[in-house]
């Protein structure tokens, strides 16, 4: 036994790491840690060196556009030494991107809060809240009822064009014109109180607010010599402004209507969305272009809008926008003024392109009235995140000509100028008798319908 113990305690100190198995645990811990360590460091070197080198290649790319270093410095003398605190860093931030749109040049760049957009978008969708009245300002100071929307609170409380509203809710419009008009917004159900004079008899109203597609077509049938036409005045081109002309073009096209020749009024329309324009001029035209969009980045590709068949095509999209097509064979007259601007005047351009002899005259149309605004640019809106939006000018659009008109205007082929006082009159209650521009488009049209 003895002999057998001595054996096994010799066999154990041939192996030092049985003697001391912690101390050669921890050196490989330590060995490891050394690899892991190493290869952490070299890992993390390579990914931040390259992060650096982005970021270096990035300052370079923004020191090409403006010196951020001169900015850096101004902006810290200001805050340090001014007598004048510097803005927040919100307002600040706010004021250099919209001098930055400004220096720019682009007349139609916006920078947004989400608030601003949203009313934005409102206005554009052809919906809000309220009584449903369209104002303008008078003289003695009061709103004059110029339009009532159709299906609107006002109309169904009997407010009349040319009614003049005194006061809302107390407030006299004479004592502060915009917080009386902000005074008829208000939520959805809620009454508003309306003092108004008709005739010079005070009448009151208690209308409940609600919301009010705009009208945006108005349309009515004028009698001139012995031609029945038919005007239609567009507004704008929202939403809702497509299925409006439509029903307005169906009325007077019905054989009832007996109507010789069209006009198309579109003094002061400022313009509004370019689908809702093309659908439009889709259903006047023949099948063909209706305008080109040219973008200025070349990760952006142009396009071409076009109908066909009943289908609004632009670029790879197709959409139908009235069962096997539609458009207009009877003589028409455009009008124009200053003010007509954007989608309106590609409305104007389109048409009259389609009129001449590059376009088969496809059409008879006249424009009348004075040289449009001159914009033939498309804007988008970016999301920019922290509560903000940016609008921007990123493409050019033609119409069929290819000829664009931005900065420059359409250029009517009858002139008629309006004088101060006619200008003054609103474009929804002039008649025949005060609107020169409107007698001359009549005239014309009666002439080629009973030569």
């Known amino acids: 036994m003895n002999e057998q113990n001595q054996s096994l305690k010799k066999s154990e100190t041939r192996t030092g790491w049985r003697r001391h198995p912690i101390l050669f645990t921890a050196l490989a811990c330590f060995a490891t840690g050394i690899v892991v360590f190493l290869a952490t460091f070299f890992s993390v070197t390579v990914r931040y060196r390259s992060e650096i080198e982005d970021y270096r290649a990035h300052y370079v790319r923004i020191s090409d556009k403006y010196d951020v270093g001169l900015i850096e410095t101004a902006l810290g003398l200001l805050d340090s030494d001014s007598v004048f605190d510097l803005p927040d860093r919100e307002t600040l931030t706010e004021a250099m991107i919209e001098a930055a749109i400004t220096a720019m040049g682009d007349r139609y760049g916006t920078f947004f809060t989400d608030a601003e957009y949203a009313s934005y978008s409102t206005d554009l969708s052809g919906s809000f809240f309220g009584i449903g009245v369209t104002l303008q300002k008078t003289e003695d100071g009061n709103a004059r009822i110029v339009l009532v929307h159709k299906d609107s609170p006002a109309e169904r409380e009997g407010l009349l064009a040319g009614d003049e509203?005194?006061?809302?809710?107390?407030?006299?419009?004479?004592?502060?014109?915009?917080?009386?008009?902000?005074?008829?917004?208000?939520?959805?159900?809620?009454?508003?109180?309306?003092?108004?004079?008709?005739?010079?008899?005070?009448?009151?109203?208690?209308?409940?607010?609600?919301?009010?597609?705009?009208?945006?077509?108005?349309?009515?049938?004028?009698?001139?010599?012995?031609?029945?036409i038919g005007y239609v005045h567009i507004s704008g081109f929202d939403g809702h402004t497509y299925e409006q002309f439509v029903a307005a073009i169906s009325e007077l096209e019905a054989p009832e209507a007996d109507v010789d020749a069209l006009i198309f009024d579109l003094r002061q329309n400022g313009g509004g969305l370019l689908t809702e324009v093309s659908k439009t001029l889709a259903y006047l035209l023949p099948d063909g272009v209706i305008a080109y969009v040219d973008y200025r980045s070349e990760s952006l590709s142009d396009y071409t809008i076009s109908a066909e068949d009943g289908y609004l095509k632009a670029g790879?999209?197709?959409?139908?926008?009235?069962?096997?097509?539609?458009?207009?064979?009877?003589?028409?007259?455009?009008?124009?003024?200053?003010?007509?601007?954007?989608?309106?005047?590609?409305?104007?351009?389109?048409?009259?392109?389609?009129?001449?002899?590059?376009?088969?005259?496809?059409?008879?149309?006249?424009?009348?009235?004075?040289?449009?605004?001159?914009?033939?640019?498309?804007?988008?809106?970016?999301?920019?995140?922290?509560?903000?939006?940016?609008?921007?000018t990123l493409a050019h659009y033609n119409p069929a000509s290819n000829v664009n008109y931005d900065g420059v205007g359409i250029t009517p082929d009858v002139v008629r100028e309006l004088t101060e006082d006619e200008a003054a009159i609103s474009v929804f209650l002039r008649t025949q008798e005060n609107d020169p521009q409107l007698s001359a488009a009549l005239a014309l049209l009666d002439q080629k319908v009973n030569p």
């Open 165 to 228: 509203i005194v006061s809302v809710d107390g407030v006299l419009f004479s004592d502060g014109y915009e917080t009386a008009f902000e005074a008829i917004a208000g939520e959805k159900g809620s009454v508003v109180e309306v003092v108004y004079l008709r005739g010079g008899a005070e009448g009151r109203a208690s209308i409940p607010r609600g919301e009010v597609i705009k009208q945006t077509v108005v349309s009515r049938i004028e009698t001139y010599g012995e031609s029945r």
């Open 316 to 392: 790879s999209s197709s959409t139908l926008y009235c069962e096997g097509g539609h458009r207009i064979t009877l003589p028409a007259a455009v009008l124009v003024d200053g003010n007509t601007a954007s989608a309106a005047e590609l409305f104007t351009a389109s048409l009259r392109d389609w009129a001449t002899p590059d376009f088969g005259s496809a059409l008879d149309v006249t424009v009348v009235g004075t040289t449009t605004y001159g914009k033939g640019t498309v804007q988008t809106t970016y999301a920019l995140g922290s509560g903000y939006k940016l609008k921007m």
